[in-house]
């Protein structure tokens, strides 16, 4: 049976996706305000320097009297400093809410923790922890970026049955790239981009194949597109990304590329697509060692495998 307080967590989180693609640097966030078991108000940010979800959930309630006898749920840790907009907690006991429900503490340092100290300290009853494990699931970019200082790496290929990322090519020898998206799988690398702040390649992919990287058959932001500079380390230019406070780093250059990441130990997800296509030679794709596959898509005729990196002992 499912916890009353996971049935509100649930839908917080439900909310807090409607963000995706628009919220970084923030997290995404939901709010639900429940009197005696009934939904009286929701909301989420919506975008980056708009009101946060529990401002939005506050306003939509229309008797707001009501407010003093509620409970809000949220999956992030209300703030407690300014920086866009003013500190939710404070809304929160300006309002006279009496209990709040968070799904995980924000590890922010400006936040971490001081949102829920400073709502007990004003007599507001708090619960932690409720679907942590789904709060963390939702922002892993946020929580990768503040706590690994760097962004989230997700690696992305496509590749022959027999292992071939392409055909070897050389610049002006008229040589085509092998194609191994369809229609459908094309849209979800768009999608993916659209969910991403930025986008690398590396010098020989934007010299044969110059790629547009945008999200055209997708809608939402184009990531930004980074170029991969041999001339400085992964570290190094990773640092350069977070100091940007670029949250989420898709890598889809060619196999030198990725094999660097791959070598570095620098990833979090990898997104490998095998086509039902035997190409005999050719660039070889890289091969992934330490990766825990997460789950098996079927999309026209290709599979697509994606992985999360085996946590470290």
């Known amino acids: 049976m499912i916890h009353i307080e996971e049935k509100y ?4 989180l439900q909310l807090a996706a409607c963000g995706r693609g628009f919220t970084a640097p923030n997290p995404m966030v939901g709010a639900v305000i429940v009197h005696q078991g009934k939904i009286i108000g929701e909301g989420f940010h919506r975008k980056y320097g708009a009101p946060h979800a529990e401002v939005n959930a506050i306003a939509s309630v229309k008797e707001e009297q009501l407010l003093k006898a509620s409970t809000l749920y949220v999956n992030l840790e209300p703030c407690s400093h300014y920086g866009k907009t003013p500190p939710c907690s404070d809304l929160i006991i300006r309002k006279q809410i009496p209990e709040v ?45 503040i706590r690994e200082r760097r962004p989230y790496i997700i690696l992305k290929w496509a590749q022959s049955a027999d292992g071939f990322m392409d055909q070897c090519r050389e610049e002006g020898d008229g040589r085509k790239p092998v194609r191994f998206s369809g ?50 380390t992964l570290q190094t230019q990773l640092q350069e990304l977070y100091a940007k406070k670029i949250q989420s780093l898709i890598v889809e250059g060619g196999a030198k590329l990725l094999n660097a990441f791959l070598s570095e130990d620098l990833w979090d997800e990898t997104r490998i697509e095998i086509a039902p296509v035997v190409l005999g030679e050719g660039i070889q794709a890289p091969v992934l060692s330490n990766g825990l596959l997460q789950n098996i898509q079927k999309c026209e005729n290709s599979t697509i495998f994606l992985y999360k990196k085996t946590p470290k002992r």
């Open 101 to 145: 429900v968070v799904g995980q503490i924000d590890p922010f340092a400006e936040v971490s923790g001081r949102g829920i100290e400073k709502l007990k300290k004003a007599g507001v009853e708090v619960v932690c922890g409720v679907l942590e494990k789904e709060c963390r699931a939702l922002n892993k970019t946020y929580l990768t970026f």
């Open 9 to 12: 967590m649930s839908r917080c």
């Open 183 to 232: 229609a459908f799988t094309q849209m979800l690398v768009h999608k993916l981009r659209a969910e991403a702040a930025a986008v690398m390649i590396g010098k020989r992919t934007e010299l044969l194949d110059k790629p547009a990287l945008n999200v055209r058959f997708w809608a939402g932001n184009d990531p930004e597109r980074i170029m991969a500079d041999s001339s400085k």
